[in-house]
């Protein structure tokens, strides 16, 4: 099976831009979370979809949103990029199990 | 809230001796477990996971980890160590929400160096 893949890989940004991540699940995972990682902060949960609906969220401004469509497939949005938003983001699938298998993940820089 | 903790940020181990990497828990309720590894601009590969029954388990590349619940400890082990092991270890707790699904919380993470 085809493990969890993320689209792009690395994105260069300005500050005031919006961006757009992509995330494809492993087939038959339903559920897709995604998290942010910064080495000031660490992993960090952002929110998580089942069945095209936000399931759960973290505690991060509403800059930050997502959507899944009936594929499963998600996709994470950042509006009005700050410096700060430069980070690793991780893209991780499962079933209705509790196991997360991690996609490779989407580096984006702010400038 | 569920926490994790790490305390060891570096540890340089020597190829082919034994390592044990420390995680410390809290949460409430019987926790779910995990030991991801995190290899320079990867994502995080799953080592082992511990949801119940037997208190030693064993996972990918020659890992394994005890679960200690009277020390809410969770700390990983390897026998013999090779240089392709050096990376950085996270370990995670995961927390059912209310609403269904789970989130994982994560330590800080250590990071292996293997010296040769």
């Known amino acids: 099976k085809a493990g969890v893949t993320q689209t792009p890989r690395y994105l260069i940004k300005t500050r005031g831009q919006q961006v757009t991540l992509s995330c494809s699940p492993i087939s038959g995972h339903r559920s897709v979370s995604w998290y942010q990682q910064t080495p000031g902060q660490g992993l960090q949960f952002l929110f998580e979809y089942f069945s095209e609906t936000q399931r759960n969220k973290g505690n991060f401004p509403g800059r930050f949103s997502g959507r899944q469509f009936s594929n499963s497939r998600s996709e994470m949005n950042v509006s009005t990029l700050e410096l700060g938003d430069s980070a690793l983001y991780l893209c991780?699938?499962?079933?209705?199990?509790?196991?997360?298998?991690f996609g490779p993940g989407t580096r984006l820089l702010v400038l | 809230a569920q926490s994790v903790t790490q305390p060891d940020i570096h540890i340089t181990v020597s190829e082919g001796a034994s390592l044990e990497l420390r995680c410390n828990y809290s949460y409430g309720a019987t926790p779910y477990l995990f030991w991801y590894v995190q290899s320079p601009g990867q994502g995080l590969q799953l080592l082992l996971k511990y949801f119940s029954g037997d208190t030693l388990v064993q996972g990918i590349k020659g890992f394994e980890a005890e679960f200690k619940r009277s020390q809410s400890s969770f700390n990983l082990r390897k026998p013999s160590v090779h240089w392709s092991d050096a990376a950085e270890y996270f370990c995670?707790?995961?927390?059912?929400?209310?609403?269904?699904?789970?989130?994982?919380?994560f330590g800080t993470g250590t990071q292996l160096k293997v010296e040769l």
């Open positions: 991780a699938s499962s079933t209705s199990k509790e196991t997360q298998y």
């Open positions: 995670a707790v995961g927390a059912r929400l209310t609403g269904g699904g789970n989130k994982l919380t």
